[in-house]
């Protein structure tokens, strides 16, 4: 049995491409990576976040590059969103960055 996908993307997600859609995400700091001080947001409860800017945008983002500036040290979260993916793919279209 084929199960058909019919809202497959025909846009082919790449590294040339990404437009760091999910960088606009709330992420959890769940484990130690080495996430620098000056990305760390703390709530009153003492949960740890990526710090976003006013914007919404990580403040880890380079926004010229969309590249991450401290990649070796991000996040577990962001360490398993997959590019291309379908949780990729949907923050793409929701964003409208084809």
Same mark, same amino acid.
């Given at each position: 049995m084929t199960i058909h996908i019919k809202n497959e993307s025909k846009v082919a997600v790449s590294c040339a491409n990404c437009q760091a859609s999910c960088c606009r +995400?709330? !992420?959890?700091? +769940? &484990?130690?990576?080495? !996430?620098?001080?000056?990305?760390? &947001?703390?709530?009153? /409860? =003492?949960?740890?976040?990526? +710090?976003? +800017?006013?914007? =919404? /945008?990580?403040?880890?983002?380079?926004?010229?590059?969309?590249?991450? &500036?401290?990649?070796e040290n991000r996040p577990l979260i962001c360490r398993e969103f997959e590019l291309g993916a379908f949780e990729c793919m949907n923050e793409r279209a929701a964003q409208v960055v084809f």
């Open positions: +995400l709330e !992420v959890m700091i +769940l &484990s130690d990576t080495g !996430v620098p001080e000056a990305h760390i &947001s703390r709530d009153k /409860w =003492g949960a740890e976040t990526m +710090l976003r +800017l006013d914007d =919404g /945008w990580c403040s880890a983002i380079n926004r010229e590059t969309f590249m991450c &500036s401290i990649y």
